[in-house]
Every structure is written in structure tokens, then in C-alpha cells.
């Protein structure tokens, strides 16, 4: 039987995937893909259930099998990248890659908005 330590999990291109921490074995593969924005997952789990946001909503997913138990469109929230916290559980900052990637991001977009001048 699987547990919940044994699993870790990648939210990648609006879709989120468990594998075995020991093996590498794919477990499930969820498409998230609906929505406006970005494809950028933010993720979080508990000792069941997946917590993931992307193209402005939130899903929750069965740990174990990847099925989808509910979804909010996050109406009037837009569509940019959400931050993930549960109650009691320490709160992971941004990782220097993600950071990097933003920075790129917002430069891009500054010199997108300078040529339209």
C-alpha cells in the first residue's frame, strides 16, 4: 500500500504528476488545463488530498489516485501565479529557478511594453 511519504509529486504545463519517491513508477497524471493565463502550477498536499492552482483556479485531487474532488474558478482573482499554504505546515518561499523565470518574465514584458511606446 502506498503512503503519502512515498509519493512525490510535479506540477508542470497545467497538469500535476505523482511518481514513487523510491522507483520513479508513475502513479497519476491529472490535466488541470482550463482557464485563462499562464501554465504555471502552484502546488501543495497533505496526507491525502493535492492542492493545485494554475490558469486561475484552484483544484484539489485525490492524493492517490489523481481524481479531481473539487475546483474553484477563483472569480475576480485573476490570472496570475498563487502562493499555497495549509495550516500548521511550514511555508516554502519561491525557488531561485522560479524567481529567475519571473524576473526574465517581467523584463520581457517591460521591453514588450518599451517598443510600443
Known amino acids: 500500500m502506498v503512503k503519502a511519504e512515498d509519493i512525490v509529486l510535479i506540477g508542470v504545463k497545467q497538469s500535476v504528476i505523482a511518481f514513487l519517491k523510491n ?37 484539489c485531487l485525490d492524493l492517490f489516485s489523481g481524481k479531481e474532488l473539487w475546483r474553484d474558478g477563483l472569480v475576480g482573482s485573476g490570472y496570475g501565479l ?13 525557488s531561485p529557478a522560479f524567481e529567475m523565470k519571473r524576473q526574465q518574465d517581467a523584463a ?8 510600443t511606446a
Open 23 to 59: 522507483s520513479g513508477k508513475r502513479l497519476w497524471a491529472a490535466d488541470l488545463g482550463s482557464g485563462m493565463g499562464g501554465g504555471f502550477v502552484s502546488l501543495i498536499a497533505d496526507e491525502a488530498r493535492v492542492y493545485a492552482h494554475t490558469k486561475g483556479e484552484l483544484c
Open 108 to 115: 520581457a514584458a517591460s521591453a514588450t511594453t518599451a517598443g
Open 82 to 94: 498563487a502562493s499555497l499554504a495549509l495550516p500548521g505546515q511550514q511555508f516554502i518561499s519561491l
